[in-house]
């Protein structure tokens, strides 16, 4: 198969990519799912009981073995939002996007196979790009190593400044865009309460992690929910301001279920904390 890049360049792929398929029969829908190619090669036998070891793979065999792409899901899934939502997330996140043709959704052999030659392909093209990037790096005088490599303090001049805002958060952004909203929260909620833990004990990096965190799932969420303002909240280590961001955490739950008359409640409660803490 020819995948084709929508978004990104195909002779310098980014390493991840969200990859999707048409299904003639369903012209308004879109099926995806998420490339990752590993920067090292890991094989995947050493950390299985040596009874499946030797059906898994070894030396250069077997599915564990050299292990280094994937998607997830391993089979496209329908897309909420169509294709106008995954541009959107390519453009948030910098991934590539990239079509991979079109099939029948009732075909399911067909579609993991499919994923999986995608995956194979652009896994090949992001060698590729890697290999002659490490080649065109050595002729790079030593001198300009520390600004050509993008070292702390230092500008190469090409840098994204969507990358920079992502930091670490890579691999939770991919698992953000595939959970459903309750699961969102339920995830906002978790880091609710290990921001609270860190500021009884004074961690400021520990605080100021999970801050960012909070607000990079924030964007999964929608405006409605306030989530700048449950964040705002949620950093302010007064009695108010702890109480408030748990009425709006309680609030986004409502909101995400509907229950409006709730919601009109715990607003009340809001507005009245706030002429408190004022």
């Not at 999707?20 to 369903?26: C, I, L, N, S």
């Not at 339920?186 to 860190?198: C, D």
Request: aromatic share 8%; with cysteine.
């Amino acid at each position: 198969m020819d995948i084709q890049f929508e978004i990104g360049d195909p002779s310098r792929p980014r390493g991840h990519a969200l990859l999707y398929f048409r299904v003639d029969t369903e012209p308004d829908h879109v099926y995806g799912t998420y490339i990752v190619t590993l920067p090292i090669t890991a094989d995947l036998t050493k950390y299985v009981p040596p009874f499946l070891a030797a059906h898994l793979g070894s030396g250069d065999t077997g599915p564990l073995a050299n292990f280094a792409a994937f998607a997830m899901p391993p089979m496209s899934e329908l897309v909420e939002g169509g294709y106008d939502r995954l541009v959107q997330l390519a453009n948030l996140r910098n991934d590539d996007l990239v079509y991979g043709g079109s099939m029948f959704s009732y075909d399911l052999p067909r579609m993991m196979e499919a994923v999986a030659g995608a995956v194979q392909e652009y896994s090949d093209a992001w060698n590729e790009a890697a290999g002659a990037t490490g080649a065109a790096a050595t002729s790079v005088p030593a001198d300009d190593a520390a600004i050509a490599l993008g070292a702390p303090g230092q500008s190469s001049g090409t840098s994204d400044p969507d990358e920079s805002d992502t930091g670490g958060l890579g691999v939770n952004e991919v698992l953000w865009s595939f959970m459903s909203e309750g699961d969102r929260l339920a995830e906002m909620g978790r880091l609710l309460g290990r921001l609270r833990f860190a500021q009884e004990g004074n961690d400021a990096a520990a605080i100021a992690d999970i801050i960012a965190e909070m607000t990079a799932l924030g964007r999964h969420l929608p405006d409605e929910f306030s989530i700048d303002t449950l964040v705002s909240n949620a950093g302010d280590t007064g009695p108010v301001a702890a109480q408030l961001a748990q009425l709006y955490l309680d609030r986004c739950y409502r909101l995400s279920s509907g229950d409006t008359e709730q919601v009109r409640r715990i607003e009340e409660a809001i507005r009245n904390l706030e002429r408190r803490g004022r």
